[in-house]
């Protein structure tokens, strides 16, 4: 009774509830589809697709030493994956294929079908819950809705947890060989480049490298997490976001990593559990409203809002060329490393659709573009919150100042003499804002006037509301 665990991300062996369950119920092997064109209309950036292959390559030794043969497949896009799935099943014997939920739009639709493909030839398709710590379906509000608002989802995740914490598995006991041989993970694929080294070493592939930096962040730093989390220039966060994008790492290892230090919900670990909450959060809402996906505001009234068509201001803003130091730092950060910080990730994302007024749709693009961590759900989660389209409980004339939030949150300018080598002679006190006389030749002066660009924005919110 063979079986087939297809993998999506979720690249590890160790609490991967697929393929625990796929090698439960008899010998397994493992498939993989490279889908090229289907990443590049889902614009995953190419230090990501490398990150996914490194990742696959290490976890084809994993799943070797368990016995299981990794097959590497290739699609341009999904609408070929039913037809590609009904021939393997059929070729190999197998009677289920085993997969954890995906939530995006085309992941759904692509499932539905391969399910429909593989019904009409006897095979099931088991799917498994796997990414989230709660089904999108079993939280609910008490009239039966989905959360908008992250503190009264907070409430309700807790309120289960208290009564049952999801387990956390660990390695499958190894098959006996099949005579069956894997393929070898491709080193790079067309139309993605590969990243520099120096990238690449920021983020070491594998389970093992993701496992040491869990338990090097949750013995180490997280009692001062609350404190350095929104300060770039410290190592405050884990930066394990790519591991938990790609699935190299799962929530609940990171909830019982929590758990062996005392619980989840004491003071010292509640901040970064209530982040891990976020990423379950978003990925809630793009469950219950596909539209977000789809380019569409989670507010529908927002999308009345007079986005301007700057060309020239958006590519200031992508290139690090506005002017405003924090903002251009954060911006070559994700360039150079595939990540940028959470802080400044609010403060660039307010800029570009606050100040700037450009629609946040171009900015989550950007991102999906270069981030090495991009997701779906938290990309466009973290864009609707910033541009006040989405989830966000604050009104929208809470708008950060990015002078005040570079002063606040890098004081003595460490972080933006790191990613901007041309201003780190100033002064802490200039380098923030430069005057005109200090600033160096080819460091621009601020694209938009701060007072001005707030009360654009403002008009417009209010305009907004005036129509509702
Ligand atoms: P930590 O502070 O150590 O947090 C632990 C984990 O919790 C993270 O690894 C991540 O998985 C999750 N997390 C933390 N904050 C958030 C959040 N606000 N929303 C959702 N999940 C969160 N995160 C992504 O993983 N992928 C994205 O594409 C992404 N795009 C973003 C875009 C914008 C405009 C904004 C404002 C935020 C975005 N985030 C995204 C959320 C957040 O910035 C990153 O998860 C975080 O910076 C990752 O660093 P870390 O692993 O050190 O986080």
Redesign the pocket.
């Known amino acids: 009774m063979r079986q087939l665990i297809w993998l999506r991300s979720d690249l590890r062996v160790r609490d991967n509830r697929a393929l625990g369950a796929a090698m439960g119920a008899g010998p397994s092997l493992a498939l993989y589809l490279l889908s090229p064109v289907q990443w590049r209309m889902h614009d995953d950036a190419p230090c990501k697709v490398d990150f996914w292959l490194r990742n696959l390559a290490e976890l084809s030794h994993g799943l070797a030493s368990l016995g299981v043969p990794l097959l590497i497949r290739r699609v341009d896009t999904w609408d070929e994956a039913p037809a590609l799935l009904t021939r393997l099943c059929h070729e190999q014997n197998i009677v289920r294929v085993h997969v954890n939920d995906e939530y995006g739009v085309h992941e759904n639709r692509r499932d539905a079908a391969v399910e429909r493909a593989l019904q009409a030839q006897g095979v099931g398709l088991q799917r498994h819950l796997d990414q989230l710590l709660f089904a999108p379906d079993s939280l609910r509000t008490r009239s039966g809705g989905s959360f908008r608002l992250f503190a009264q989802f907070r409430k309700a995740c807790h309120r289960h947890l208290a009564v049952s914490l999801p387990a956390v598995g660990g390695l499958p006991m190894a098959q006996l060989p099949l005579n069956v041989v894997g393929n070898d993970v491709p080193a790079a694929l067309e139309g993605f480049a590969t990243p520099p080294e120096s990238l690449r070493r920021l983020w070491p592939a594998g389970e093992i490298a993701a496992q040491r930096r869990l338990h090097e ?1 949750v013995g180490n730093q997280l009692a001062a ?1 609350a404190e350095a ?1 929104d300060f770039p220039a410290e190592p405050g ?9 790609a699935g190299v790492l799962s929530p609940r290892q ?1 909830l019982h990593a929590l758990l062996r230090t005392g619980g989840f919900d004491r003071p010292e670990a509640s901040a ?1 559990f209530d ?2 909450l ?2 379950e ?2 990925k809630h809402i793009l469950a219950s409203h596909p539209r977000v996906s789809m380019g569409r505001a989670l507010r529908t009234e927002t999308e009345a809002l007079p986005w301007r068509d700057a060309p020239q201001e958006l590519a200031a803003w992508q290139q690090g060329r506005t002017g405003f130091p924090l903002i251009d730092a954060a911006m070559r950060q994700l360039l150079a490393t595939g ?4 802080r400044l ?2 403060v ?2 307010m800029f570009l659709s606050k100040n700037l007024l450009i629609d946040w749709r171009h ?2 693009r950007w ?2 573009h270069h ?1 090495i ?7 466009n ?3 609707q ?2 541009a006040s389209t989405g989830t966000n409980a604050a009104p929208y004339f809470r708008l950060f100042n990015p002078l005040t939030q570079s002063r606040r949150f890098d004081p003595e300018g460490r972080f933006i003499r790191q990613w901007l080598p041309e201003l780190a002679s100033l002064h802490n006190r200039d380098i923030h804002a430069p005057a005109k006389a200090l600033r160096p030749a080819g460091y621009p002066l601020p694209i938009v006037d701060l007072p001005f660009s707030r009360e654009r924005a403002l008009a417009a919110f209010k305009a907004l509301r005036r129509r509702g």
């Open positions: 962040f997490y989390r966060t884990s930066r394990l976001s790519p591991y938990l994008a990171c970064w982040e891990l976020w990423r959060f978003y990540w940028m910080h959470n990730r609010m660039v994302a900015g989550e991102f999906m981030l961590d991009g997701d779906l759900a938290a990309n989660g973290g864009w919150w910033s």
